[in-house]
Nanobody
């Protein structure tokens, strides 16, 4: 099984920065990718960013491109999401996810493992 534990979410002012962390405990399965998704109240969960665990290729949504950066620490099985120039519309619960498939990394159905989420609130 894979357990994912997110941390780093908090209240921040618009224009500020936050770094989210997601620690993965991997027992028997290999991970091919990890991603960050977010869900605002009343909205569907949406893709934010993902990283190919093996090769380090990164992917991000147009709404965060240039502001958010995903990275990984393979030695510690941890993925990070550095969020800069935060806007009020970035307010959401952010979820970390892991997949054992190598695909597009952008769709929720591609991921088999999910964390509990961490709240990010951006005040304007």
């Amino acid at each position: 099984q894979v357990q994912l534990v997110e941390s780093g979410g908090e209240l921040v002012q618009a224009g500020g920065s936050l770094r989210l962390s997601c620690a993965a405990s991997v027992r028997t399965f290999s991970i091919y990718g990890m991603g960050w998704f977010r869900q605002a109240p009343g909205q569907e969960r949406e893709f934010v960013a993902a990283i190919d665990w093996t090769y380090g290729n990164t992917y991000s949504s147009d709404s965060v491109k240039g502001r958010f950066t995903i990275s990984r620490d393979k030695a510690n099985n941890t993925v990070y999401l550095q969020m800069n120039s935060l806007k009020s519309e970035d307010t959401a619960v952010y979820y970390c996810a892991a997949t054992r498939w190598r695909g597009g990394f952008r769709a929720t159905h591609e991921y088999q493992y999910w964390g509990q989420g961490t709240q990010v609130t951006v005040s304007s």
